[in-house]
């Protein structure tokens, strides 16, 4: 069954430090996202990709957060300066259409300290 | 007050009975999703329900749009159904395809 892959599994980091998180989508979906779930809360939108730009981002998504599909495979989240409220657990998930089945990640989990 | 609302938030069964587990929301929706989220946090999609009734095994997902409600059931529960189950729907208003997420409900199925 195809799959969502996401890594890294766990990551910690220093405050101030950038991550990508990165997420192999399934191969000939359209729509790309990312969620994240701080623990022991709701899981919250961030941001929609499509056709190679953003199509829809939340409050949380501001400018030290960028989306990329950088060779038609990946699909990263950076945060360029982490803030310890940025610790969660990351869900990338991809459609095959806009009404399609969407098919999750297994999470990253990011830890910042 | 939350677009999504599922109930109950916690709930043990013992083996073999019969679980519900209910979702309201407040906005009209293209599609609503039944996901199950593992102990360990990944999260895999069970249903997406735009009318009527589905059923997969021993899982049953219902919805009512005029009453904005939709309903998870599990028939004869197995301790390996224990996990978190979420109702999330996709919102008519603002276009996007973006899901808004219910708080989920912990289900425990107990020998």
């Known amino acids: 069954e195809p799959e969502v892959t996401q890594t890294p599994s766990h990551q910690v980091t220093q405050m101030g430090q950038e991550v990508i998180l990165r997420c192999v989508p399934i191969s000939n979906h359209l729509y790309f996202y990312w969620y994240r779930q701080i623990l022991g809360q709701k899981v919250e939108f961030l941001v929609s990709?499509?056709?190679?730009?953003?199509?829809?981002k939340s409050e949380i998504f501001d400018d030290q957060f960028s989306v990329e599909r950088p060779d038609g495979s990946n699909f990263t989240l950076k945060i360029r300066s982490t803030k310890l409220e940025d610790s969660a657990m990351y869900f990338c998930a991809s459609q095959g259409r806009a009404t399609g089945e969407l098919f999750f990640g297994e999470g990253s989990r990011l830890t910042v300290l | 007050k939350n677009e999504v609302e599922q109930s109950p938030q916690n709930l043990t069964a013992q083996e073999g009975e019969f679980i519900t587990i209910n979702c309201s929301y407040s906005v009209g929706i293209s599609a609503l999703h039944w996901l199950q989220q593992h102990p360990g946090g990944g999260i895999v999609s069970l249903f997406m329900l735009s009318s009527g009734k589905k059923k997969h095994g021993r899982l049953i997902a219902t919805i009512n749009i005029q009453e904005k409600h939709s309903s998870l059931h599990i028939t004869a529960s197995h301790p390996r159904d224990s996990a978190v189950y979420i109702c999330a729907v996709r919102s008519t208003t603002g276009g996007g395809n973006k899901l808004t997420f219910g708080t989920g409900t912990q289900l425990k199925v107990e020998l």
């Open positions: 990709f499509y056709n190679n730009e953003i199509s829809e």
